[in-house]
């Protein structure tokens, strides 16, 4: 028997049903799909866009930040740059910076001066008159470099933990004032980068005794000022 349109109609209602619903699911599916790609690319992009961002400035940073701090002195005789070793003696260059900033060295000489030896300073006036200081540091001479010329290190007493603002220049290598079974050694925390000529010029003043100082230049040595190398 042959059936017209509307009989077979009737014949598959639930098979047109399932299919048109079949339809629907898809195409939800497909909106479904595409959605939840577009939201993944787009959290990938941010996440792209920071990483790429990290790579740009952290190279930057490195090149703008100064690993160590940098102290220029200006003194009668011509310039001296210091470069210092922040890390590896942060006591010590912490309190020598403070001195620095609070303008501590201006108008300090270099008073005692042994060619072949050092050039000592940080803590009297041309008069010979001692300044008023901070309290006494520990003494980092085991964690610092060795006293090779040029580096600068802190003065002190016979007592290891006296240092306070006074320094000295290396001229020499001075291995006798590192670390030893016998001694607590001189703690190294910085070099001369530049000005290390003007440092030898001072080394070759005349001197002579003034009162309880001995190796005083004739001359006095003035620092004019000092300050941090932005």
């Not at 941010?46 to 200006?74: G, N, Q, Y």
């Not at 964690?143 to 010329?149: A, D, F």
């Not at 703690?187 to 001369?192: H, M």
């Amino acid at each position: 028997m042959k059936l017209n349109r509307t009989q077979l109609l009737r014949s598959f209602p639930l098979t047109i049903g399932a299919y048109r619903k079949e339809k629907r699911n898809t195409r939800r599916a497909r909106w479904l799909t595409r959605s939840m790609a577009f939201i993944a690319s787009l959290f990938c992009l941010i996440a792209t866009s920071h990483i790429f961002a990290e790579e740009l400035t952290t190279p930057m940073d490195k090149l703008t930040k100064p690993e160590s701090t940098t102290v220029e002195f200006k003194t009668s005789m011509g310039d001296i740059v210091i470069r210092l070793y922040d890390k590896q003696v942060p006591v010590t260059t912490e309190n020598f910076i403070q001195y620095v900033k609070s303008g501590f060295f201006k108008d300090t000489v270099f008073h005692r001066v042994v060619p072949g030896f050092v050039i000592q300073g940080g803590g009297h006036t041309a008069d010979l008159e001692r300044k008023e200081t901070k309290d006494p540091i520990i003494n980092e001479a085991k964690t610092g470099p060795q006293n090779k010329r040029g580096t600068l290190s802190m003065a002190r007493t016979s007592l290891p933990n006296s240092a306070t603002s006074q320094f000295f220049i290396n001229l020499v290598d001075n291995s006798s004032l590192d670390p030893n079974s016998g001694s607590a050694g001189y703690a190294v925390f910085g070099e001369v980068i530049e000005g290390m000529n003007v440092v030898d010029s001072i080394a070759a003043v005349p001197t002579n005794r003034q009162g309880m100082h001995q190796n005083v230049p004739i001359k006095p040595i003035v620092v004019l000022d000092a300050k941090i190398r932005e």
